[in-house]
């Protein structure tokens, strides 16, 4: 079994048990925060039978952990119980604006890397006053935290220019991306500033390593250089925060959904929050761990193909 | 040729109640600047055809859309009750030709013959005995309206001709023919309502009803939108809107952008936190309806100085109405002395006799001393904090119970504020457990149909007799033989008297200390008219007129 293989199966079963453990603290958690018959009761004011019959009907009474373990039983052949609001399948809710922020989240990670990456990059080589130039613009977007940006993007370009809409996800691929640029954007701005960030730094470490040294001394040209062995050795740094990055951006963009509007996984979770909707609650936060898992440890998995011998290193820990 | 004449009478009304609303009633009575408000409670009826209309649901998505589960802005478009309310709160027939108590104890209800189904098929009166039947369930909304109602449900309502409905009583309930108008009187198809059974009105179930617009197939997308079409064979006359499509914005101020920006057409119950957007430069107007909404506060417990009418009107008197206006409503809303507005009964038969008896009430004014007064003699014991419960993020709500809190604190009264979580604040309303350590609760209501006795019922009688928030233990033997005296009157002048000579009794006592009555808040697209903008949109199909100018 070689590095890559044996790294592989560990991953998996490490997620695996990551997963089953989350399964568990979200069950448990959201148990504690609230009582669920306001929102079964579904706004009717409720009668001690009816409380009673609600109870019964969804085994409110049992142990929690055979209650758990008939969740888990479910979810695992992909029956993740009913909304108590709603009263649909949590699947037929959740499918839908998945979608929609993963559709957002993919417009945000491009802009991130093109915008972070692009700038980390003009600032580690494009000397001393386009550094200054960058790390002002990234010290700004670092200050600036989503909601306030969200603001800004509204009062300028949907309201005082028109650009853009402010509201709602649109219909069909090009009105769905033109309504999706404002809320990408404002997500995008904090983490822009910080890849950028990360890969300054990474590939100014790279640039003052002895290989590059070396390689420059026997004549290889810059640009080849920067290509096989600055930017190469730094990617498994970036990749891993970017990775890390990207994962927290399912999170979060519900702040972003609830400001423009978009019916994406974020402001769904805010609202069966608000309205004690436990079982959406759960598969959502489920959801949102799975994709951070998942997400990291493909991340490490690109950064150990990218440079085998970081397995041995910090990615694997 | 039906809808001209309707519209015709929807401009007169508005154009009667802007009148009625301006005329200085005694000057206590009105807020800050009555003079600048212009009410109005239904726009001129559309002429054109449109082809879309996207419209806001700022309470956010519904759970069901199922009439006896639920009320929101959606369901009155969708499905007709019997009876029609209209925009000034009067009621007309509907599909209910005639509804009428025959004799004390029998109410008859006459169908017409020519409604259908959005499937095409005709309403028959079992249609309507299974619709109606619906509100007999404790689950149901409207329950409280079937309560007099024989409760065997194979004698109570029944259908005793092809388009014959009677409704058995086991005594007489002089409330019941009013709540027909409201969504108590929805009607559904049964064949569909049995076959979907719990799923009805859900995303999954969907829903067969009688009204203006239609709900498709899979025209409920759960978290984006719920796309209605015009009924094109609907008995009142076809909507001039081909589609209408609601969807769901909770964040006050990204709608009040989406509306001026022109991207949603329309929104009912806009926040008043927002006025000077919406009246600014946009691509619509806002208008301002009557409503029967306030806001008020009351007590959750039985024990200590809540609980105590004099504690209450100490607290009423330390409140300033006008300031309480300025804060929370942003001025668009007027001084309301007690649980029951104006609005309610301003168009029932005998409403003189409801409006004598609300004029003879005391007005709400401000008297630091004789609140301090109050709370000595009350002989409570106010050294420990008193409880305020407000649901949490809600801006309303936490600046009414700052406002409480100011006023308590010039009479000598500590007040606390505790922010609840949404679902922990909506189980104060029915686990006595969670109102432990809770003294007073703020609240927003509204009545959806006209009547007075339903909404202070709930909070004068004894528990048993359906005074299910009277958590103070209230029981004053005179109030409750006035109230069921009027419940079950035969005639309205006797339903009349016995109501106020009630309300007279128990509003001194501060059940709820009322803090403000509001109004219906619409914004609208100045490329459309035809909405109905007072609170009787929440009872009847207010898109019907809606269309082109």
Redesign the interface.
């Known amino acids: 079994m070689n590095t890559l293989t044996r790294m592989l199966l560990e991953r998996l079963g490490g997620l695996l048990l990551t997963l089953f453990l989350a399964s568990i603290v979200i069950y448990s958690a959201v148990l504690l ?7 079964l ?7 001690p ?3 009673a019959e609600i109870r019964a009907e969804y085994h409110l009474d049992d142990p929690v952990w055979q209650r758990y373990w008939e969740w888990l039983t479910g979810a695992i052949q992909g029956d993740f119980g009913r909304s108590f ?5 949590v699947t ?2 959740v499918a ?2 998945f979608a929609i922020t993963l559709q957002l989240v993919l417009l945000t990670v491009v802009l991130i890397l093109v915008f972070g990456v692009g700038s980390g990059i003009l600032a580690a080589t494009r000397g001393r006053a386009v550094d200054r130039a960058v790390a002002t613009g990234t010290s700004l977007g670092m200050a600036l935290p989503t909601f306030v940006v969200a603001i800004l993007l ?1 009062w300028i370009f ?2 005082s220019l ?1 650009w853009f ?5 649109g219909d069909g691929a090009w009105d769905r991306l033109w309504h999706l640029v404002l809320p990408a954007i404002s997500l995008a701005v904090l983490f822009i500033a910080y890849i950028s960030r990360v890969t300054r730094s990474a590939l100014v470490a790279q640039l003052h390593s002895e290989h590059v040294d070396t390689a420059r001394v026997r004549g290889i040209p810059r640009r080849r250089v920067f290509g096989a062995h600055v930017f190469r050795n730094a990617s498994p740094q970036i990749l891993a925060i970017a990775g890390t990055t990207i994962a927290g951006l399912f999170a979060a963009s519900a702040i972003a959904e ?4 978009l ?1 994406g996984i974020g ?2 979770l805010v ?1 069966a929050a ?3 909707d436990l079982p959406v609650v759960q598969i959502v936060s489920l959801l949102l761990v799975t994709i951070f898992v998942v997400l990291n440890a493909v991340a490490d998995l690109v950064s150990a193909l990218i440079d085998p011998t970081s397995v041995e290193g910090g990615a694997l820990a | 040729m039906n809808r001209t004449r309707l519209a015709a009478g929807a401009v007169a009304c508005a154009a009667l109640l802007a009148l009625t609303a301006c005329t200085p009633r005694d000057s206590a009575d009105v807020d800050g600047d009555p003079g600048e408000l212009t009410i109005v409670d239904a726009l001129p009826a559309g002429t054109k055809a449109v082809d879309e209309v996207t419209w806001a649901i700022a309470e956010g998505e519904p759970a069901t859309l199922n009439p006896a589960a639920s009320a929101n802005l959606i369901i009155p478009n969708l499905c007709d009750n019997l009876l029609s309310l209209q925009p000034d709160f009067s009621i007309e027939p509907g599909i209910a030709t005639s509804a009428e108590f025959v004799d004390p104890v029998t109410f008859v209800i006459e169908l017409r013959d020519d409604v259908t189904f959005w499937d095409g098929s005709p309403v028959t009166a079992d249609d309507v005995v299974y619709s109606l039947q619906q509100g007999m369930n404790p689950e149901s909304q409207w329950y409280g309206a079937f309560a007099l109602v024989v409760p065997d449900p194979a004698t109570g309502i029944v259908a005793t001709g092809p388009n014959e409905v009677t409704v058995h009583f086991v005594a007489p309930d002089s409330t019941f023919r009013d709540a027909l108008a409201g969504q108590g009187g929805a009607v559904m198809q049964k064949a569909f309502g049995e076959a979907a059974g719990d799923a009805l009105g859900t995303p999954d179930g969907g829903l067969m009803c009688t009204g203006p617009y239609e709900l498709a197939d899979g025209g409920w997308k759960p978290g984006s939108a719920i796309t209605t079409t015009a009924n094109a064979d609907y008995w009142n006359g076809a909507p001039l809107v081909k589609t209408l499509t609601y969807t769901f914005v909770n964040d006050g101020s990204t709608l009040a952008t989406a509306l001026t920006q022109g991207e949603i057409d329309g929104a009912i119950n806009v926040s008043p936190s927002s006025r000077a957007v919406f009246e600014g430069d946009g691509a619509g107007t806002l208008t301002i309806g009557h409503s029967t909404a306030s806001y008020s506060f009351g007590p959750t417990t039985a024990t200590g100085p809540a609980a105590n009418p004099k504690i209450r009107q100490a607290l009423s008197l330390a409140i300033d109405r006008d300031q309480y206006l300025q804060t929370v409503v942003n001025g668009l809303g007027y001084v309301q002395k007690t649980l029951v507005p104006e609005f309610s009964f301003q168009s029932m038969a005998e409403a003189d006799v409801y409006q004598a008896g609300y004029d003879a009430l005391a007005d709400p004014e401000v008297d630091l001393e004789q609140a301090k007064q109050l709370v000595t003699d009350s002989g409570e014991d106010v050294s420990e904090p008193l409880v305020v419960a407000v649901p949490a993020g809600a801006k309303e709500f936490e600046q009414t119970a700052t406002i409480m809190q100011a006023a308590g604190e010039k009479i000598g009264l500590d007040l606390e504020i505790d922010e609840m979580q949404a679902s922990d604040f909506g189980a104060l309303f029915y686990d006595p457990a969670k109102r432990e350590g809770v003294d007073f609760v703020a609240t927003q209501g509204y009545l959806e149909t006209p009547g007075v006795l339903g909404y202070p019922s709930l909070f004068v009688l004894p528990a048993e007799q359906g005074g299910i928030f009277n958590w103070s233990g209230y029981d004053d033997g005179e109030v409750t033989a006035h109230m069921m005296a009027a419940r079950n009157a035969t005639d309205v002048e006797a339903a009349a008297n016995e109501f106020v000579a009630a309300q007279a009794v128990y509003a001194p006592d501060q059940l709820q200390v009322t803090l403000a009555g509001t109004y219906q808040l619409t914004y609208l697209n100045d490329e459309l008219t035809g909405v109905t903008t007072s609170v009787a949109a929440y009872s009847s199909p207010w898109a019907l007129h809606l269309g082109g100018k």
């Open positions: 925060t609230g009582d669920p018959i306001a929102a009761a579904g706004g009717a004011k409720p009668t039978e009816l409380i609001v709603y009263k649909t399948a037929t809710l839908p604006r509204i949907a309201k028109g809409p402010v509201y709602g996800e609830v400001a423009f509007g019916g402001s769904l609202q608000a309205r004690a």
